[in-house]
């Protein structure tokens, strides 16, 4: 059962939930795969060594997390099933993700697709993918 | 419950934070609260109840390799904050919190003078 109020809870939640939807949607993708925006929130970042993604991904069982790399793409994807409403009650306020998901992040042309590890703690996955070393800054005498 | 925004502004302006997305579900004897607060250890939420006010407030505990650059941030801010108005008829003194994968869920229940009771609507 969903519940609808007549009186809206507060303004400017509400307001402010509209902005957060329509950044969500905004605007003409710059990206060939979307938005930069989806589920779940993605940060990235590299070292020398190292290509780090963070996927904010909570309330999942790791096992059922996927993690592929493929031609220099790395593919996140899963379902999210969140707690239903129990019957006989009412929900007042429906914001959490849910359902099943996908991202793809491009990766530089360096990477060791053989060097990978996968972490999963407090609902953000850590993939972290190594670069060869030859691309890892080399210095070159001068004779 | 309802979400105070006088508060809420107040309290941005000290420090900037997300907003977590929450689903509020609510039966005959309390309401059911999850909240998804992804990265935040349980050592750094922080669940309280101020006055009527419910505050769940939690801090990133990300691990960055050493010289890390970032080239693609959407979670831009390390902190989430929201604040919720209890009304009356909810025993603040009895809120249950689970917390598992980034996931916070709290139970609470309602006060026992608020407890359903059927009322006979009598034909005058």
């Known amino acids: 059962m969903r519940y609808r109020s007549f009186f809206p809870r507060n303004l400017f939640a509400d307001l402010e939930r509209l902005q957060r939807e329509m950044d969500l949607n905004a605007g003409p993708a710059a990206s060939i795969r979307g938005g930069t925006r989806g589920y779940p929130a993605m940060n990235v970042g590299s070292t020398a060594q190292s290509v780090e993604i963070f996927a ?14 493929e031609k220099g793409l790395l593919t996140i994807s899963g379902e999210r099933k969140v707690d239903g409403v129990p019957q006989g009650a009412a929900a007042h306020i429906d914001e959490r993700f849910s359902g099943p998901f996908r991202r793809v992040v491009s990766l530089p042309d360096d990477i060791d697709a053989n060097a990978v590890s996968a972490i999963y703690r407090d609902g953000v996955l850590r993939v972290s993918v190594g670069r060869k070393a030859v691309a890892q800054a080399l210095r070159i005498d001068i004779q | 419950m309802s979400e ?3 508060k809420r502004t107040e309290s941005k302006r000290e420090e900037e934070a997300l907003l977590p997305p ?6 005959a004897n309390g309401i059911t609260l999850y ?12 669940v309280r109840v ?11 505990g ?16 390390p902190r989430y904050r929201r604040v919720f108005t209890l009304s009356r008829e909810l025993d603040s003194q009895k809120v249950a919190a689970e917390y598992q994968n980034g ?9 026992e003078h608020a407890q359903p009771r059927k009322i006979t609507v009598q034909v005058g």
């Not at chain 2, 101020?50 to 990133?60: C, T, V």
Request: net charge negative; proline share 10%; glycine share 8%.
């Open chain 2, 62 to 77: 990300l691990a960055f390799p050493e010289g890390m650059e970032p080239s693609h941030v959407e979670v831009d801010i």
């Open chain 2, 4 to 6: 105070n925004t006088v």
């Open chain 2, 50 to 60: 101020e006055g009527d006010s419910l505050i769940i407030e939690g801090e990133l």
């Open chain 1, 56 to 69: 904010f991904a909570p309330g999942m069982d790791p096992a059922s997390l996927n993690v592929q790399i």
């Open chain 2, 103 to 111: 996931v916070l869920k709290l139970r609470i229940p309602k006060a």
């Open chain 2, 35 to 46: 909240a998804d607060l992804p990265g935040v250890p349980k050592e750094k939420l922080d």
């Open chain 2, 22 to 27: 929450v689903n509020v579900h609510e039966d």
